[in-house]
């Protein structure tokens, strides 16, 4: 689903475009691209994702602005919690993007099943610069989005799946090397730790 972008050209240099692509590990082949003005809340890009995919907009979700390696670092929320956190969080509503993201390459995640934590992996591709956008736009959109929420009962049978998939094959019981298991040989100290 490809939209007509009406891109305003302005002459102020801190006008900016933020290009987004987003991805999930829990569904091949789906990929969705989002424009937004880098001046939106994370409100605007919730909204924007949540109308690409179907999701209810409703529901509990949050971003993470991330480090290269994805480990989240800092929390937008769409409601706050008042939980008692070492981390602070902000509010969608109140965070503007460009207070947050400043350059092309940052990574976020869009935690859209608080239950199961399932997220989606968002990088930011692209800035155009001098330029702004009145809405957000989905530029490109492939594929089916993870189903919102999920039966619990069915992410536990999707997780030990995926564990099953890890083990490989010629791992049995015999994994230590012999069958003549003997806890000596793990070496002094290991009966004194506490487990």
């Known amino acids: 689903m490809s939209e007509a972008v009406s891109i305003e050209t302005l002459t ?10 987003i991805v999930s590990d829990g569904v091949d082949n789906f990929k969705r691209e989002i424009k937004i003005d880098a ?26 602005i991330c480090d290269d390696n994805w480990e989240k670092r ?18 969608m509503d109140d965070a503007v993007l460009e207070d947050f993201i400043d350059d092309e390459g940052q990574k976020l995640l869009y935690v859209f099943d608080y239950m199961t934590d399932r997220a989606m992996f968002m990088e930011m591709k692209e800035l155009t610069a ?23 009962d069915d992410f536990d049978a999707q997780l030990s799946a995926k564990a099953k998939a890890t083990i490989p094959e010629d791992l049995d019981e015999d994994f230590l090397g ?4 003997d806890p000596d040989e793990l070496g002094e100290g290991y009966d004194e730790m506490d487990f």
């Open 12 to 21: 102020a240099p801190n006008y900016m475009i933020f290009n987004f692509r």
């Open 39 to 64: 001046q939106a809340t994370f409100l605007d890009l919730k909204n924007a994702i949540c109308d690409s995919v179907g999701y209810d907009k409703t529901m509990m979700d949050s971003f993470f």
């Open 74 to 91: 800092k929390e937008i929320t769409y409601e706050d919690m008042d939980l008692d956190s070492d981390q602070e969080a902000w509010l």
């Open 130 to 152: 001098g330029k702004t956008l009145k809405d957000p736009v989905c530029t490109l959109s492939l594929g089916q989005a993870p189903p919102q929420t999920m039966d619990m």
């Open 178 to 181: 012999s069958e003549s298991y």
